[in-house]
């Protein structure tokens, strides 16, 4: 069946370091990637999305690439900022109605 | 644009209460999910719908828990009676067609049974 698999958290950075968080995916076909981000407090929200292989998503100074030859789609960002201190979560679409979410990856910026 | 809309933000109350947990979705949207988040468990689709209609309630984790969808504007989730370990966030999420579209959550609520 389709699975995402994300690395497990917590990661830890000083603020301006680069960021990856990795995610791989199972799926047969096509499916849609997406991003999404949970600050403390709320509810999670939609960092970006890629829809088909090797379409990048950027929103923030996030973004993620559709690899379909790896069937991964990591997270990265040149440089982050205490702000960015959140949880990330991976998740595939497909023809089904429901997304499928990783156990999601915290990440912890300080100064 | 108003996004999903859930109440109450925060719930507290005894063991054995019954606790009726609301969402209202993004107007348009026809597919309407209630999650549940711990720390032990993570994330958790409890049940989702379609046009005001259950497609798929096998998250939902025993009989204690309902869920219904009256109208495309409104759904409750309802725990009758609740236990601690009921103890979480429940979040509601809409979306328009398909598995490709993106979901819209709410702020959630904070259940805490005693």
């Known amino acids: 069946g389709n699975s995402v698999t994300q690395m497990e958290g917590p990661v830890t950075l000083s603020e301006e370091a680069f960021l990856t968080i990795n995610c791989t995916y199972t799926a047969t076909g096509y499916p849609s990637l997406f991003w999404y981000v949970q600050y403390p407090g709320e509810g999670l929200q939609l960092l970006l999305k890629a829809t088909k292989a090797d379409d990048k998503g950027s929103n923030k100074g996030f973004e993620a690439t559709y690899r379909k030859e790896t069937t991964s789609f990591h997270l990265e960002k040149g440089s982050v900022q205490v702000s960015d201190s959140a949880v990330y979560f991976c998740?595939?679409?497909?023809?089904?109605?429901?997304?499928?979410f990783g156990t999601g990856t915290r990440l912890q910026v300080f100064p | 644009d108003a996004g999903v809309i859930q109440s109450p933000r925060h719930e507290v109350t005894e063991m054995g209460q019954e606790v009726t947990l609301r969402c209202k979705p993004i107007?348009?949207?026809?597919?309407l999910f209630w999650y549940r988040q711990t720390m032990m468990r993570g994330l958790e689709l409890l049940i989702y719908?379609?046009?005001?209609?259950?497609?798929?309630d096998s998250g939902m984790p025993e009989d204690r828990f309902s869920a219904k969808m009256p109208n495309a504007s409104f759904s409750t989730l309802k725990i009758q009676p609740s236990e601690p370990r009921d103890s979480a966030v429940y979040f509601c999420a809409s979306s328009f067609t398909g598995g490709n579209q993106p979901q819209h959550f709410g702020d959630g609520t904070r259940l805490s049974i005693l």
């Open positions: 998740a595939l679409g497909k023809n089904t109605d429901k997304l499928i």
């Open positions: 107007s348009g949207h026809d597919y």
């Open positions: 719908f379609n046009n005001n209609v259950p497609i798929d």
